[in-house]
């Protein structure tokens, strides 16, 4: 039980380093500068804990049509995160609009990378099944 948990442990903060990295990318992409790792870091956190929240309460009061909106407010709630933690060079804020694209850059980079693991994954898996026989 314990090896599991520490495997879980270990998955989460893979997952936050690498979701932190991406919004390094997206943001010298976007905003043309990269934000320290500590501050990415902060950044991941605060948006995986409030858009949990957030789409938690959505699909209680909407049920399963809550999951399409909840894409959408969770696009503008990373957005916002993004435009209040995540400060350019000069200290300020880097603005709404902006944040929207880093944001935009984000999710893309995450479509991308959900498509190379499915094929890598899948092409193994099919694989693995295939020299069963």
Do not use: D, E, R, W
């Amino acid at each position: 039980m314990l090896t599991g948990l520490l495997g879980v442990l270990v998955f989460l903060v893979v997952c936050v380093l690498v979701g932190a990295l991406i919004v390094q990318l997206a943001t010298k992409m976007a905003a043309g500068f990269k934000p320290s790792l500590g501050n990415a870091v902060a950044t991941v956190l605060v948006g995986i804990i409030l858009g949990g929240i957030i789409n938690y309460v959505l699909q209680m009061l909407m049920g399963s049509t809550g999951s399409l909106v909840g894409l959408v407010v969770a696009f503008l709630v990373n957005a916002f995160i993004i435009n209040m933690m995540i400060k350019s060079p000069g200290g300020g804020q880097m603005g709404f609009g902006k944040a929207c694209l880093v944001s935009l850059v984000q999710y893309i980079i995450y479509i991308v990378l959900a498509v190379v693991l499915f094929f890598v994954f899948g092409a193994a898996l099919v694989g693995m099944m295939g020299a069963v026989h």
